[in-house]
């Protein structure tokens, strides 16, 4: 069909990414000025962009009105409401990127939990 891999989780993946990088900046931010920085102004230009490109698509005939029903802009909204099912997304999604996946994330966790060494020069303690 038309929906499958990660078009079941949201139309706009790449989006996705990026508004979770803003997040995770917001979650380390110290001040209200960071945090609208890092967690407000992404969220709402990358919605902004997801429904100006959902726009762009439908208007091109990228975008047709049974992928548009079948899929959701916002991460698993269409799976939480019934339009996908997980067993589907869990039929298509391949264990060793998995895998891979969750050893890249411990290991950026680990490696912004231990500051390098470098990052301390020059300021006073």
């Known amino acids: 069909g038309e929906v499958y891999g990660i078009t079941r989780v949201s139309r706009r993946p790449e989006l996705v990414g990026l508004l979770a990088y803003g997040v995770g900046g917001a979650l380390v931010a110290r001040t209200a000025t ?4 890092w967690g407000v102004g992404p969220f709402v230009s990358f919605t902004l962009l997801g429904l100006h490109s959902d726009r762009v698509h439908r208007k091109g005939g990228e975008l047709s009105p049974t992928k548009e029903a079948q899929t959701s802009l916002f991460p698993f909204l269409a799976l ?46």
């Open 34 to 37: 960071q945090v609208a920085m």
């Open 80 to 125: 939480m409401d019934g339009r996908q099912t997980w067993a589907q997304l869990s039929e298509e999604l391949v264990p060793a990127n998995m895998v891979a996946a969750t050893g890249l994330a411990g290991l950026f966790t680990v490696l912004g939990a231990v500051r390098p060494f470098w990052t301390t020069f020059g300021r006073k303690p």
